[in-house]
C-alpha cells in the first residue's frame, strides 16, 4: 500500500492496520504449522524403521530356537517347525529347517560333505540341522527409491553329531 493511499485511508482503519503489522499473536502456531508435517514424517520413519528391527531380530530368535530345538531333541522337521514358530510374536513365518552333512568352516558355516568324508581337520563329517526364518517385511509408508517389500530372512545351524 503506497503512502498516499495509506494517508487517505481514515485515521481509524490507519490505526488498526498499524497494530495489525506490529501483532505478535499466532506466529507461534503458524511456525508450529510449518514444522509439525516434518516432525510427523520424521516419527513415522522412525517408528517403521523400529518395527523392522524388531522383525529382523524376531526372525534370529526363531531360527535359533529352531537350531537349540535340533540340538536338544534330535532332527524332526515339524517339531523344529513349530518351536521356532512359537518363539516369535510375529505371524506367517516361513521356517525351513534342512539336514546336512558336512565340514565346519572357517567362517563359521559348514561345508557340505557327504557323511562318511574325512574333513581337512582329520574328523569325520558330521550332521547338522539349518533352521531358516524367512518373512516379508512391508513400510508402513512406500519410500522413493527403497523396495516397497524385504524379504528378511535368518539361518541358524548346529551340529547334532
Partial sequence: MSKFAFSKLGPLVRLKLLQVKHDQRGVTAIEFAMIA???IALAVSTIDLGIGIY???QLSNS???GAYYAMQYGYSVDAITAAAQSASR???ITVTPTQICGCPSGSGGVTQASCTATCSDGL???AFA???AAKDYTPL???PGLPAVYHLSKQATVRLQ
Fill in 90 to 92: 510375529l505371524k506367517d
Fill in 124 to 126: 569325520i563329517a558330521g
Fill in 55 to 57: 522383525t529382523d531380530t
Fill in 130 to 132: 539349518q533352521v531358516t
Fill in 141 to 143: 509408508l512406500p519410500y
Fill in 63 to 65: 531360527a535359533q530356537t
Fill in 37 to 39: 508435517p516434518i516432525l
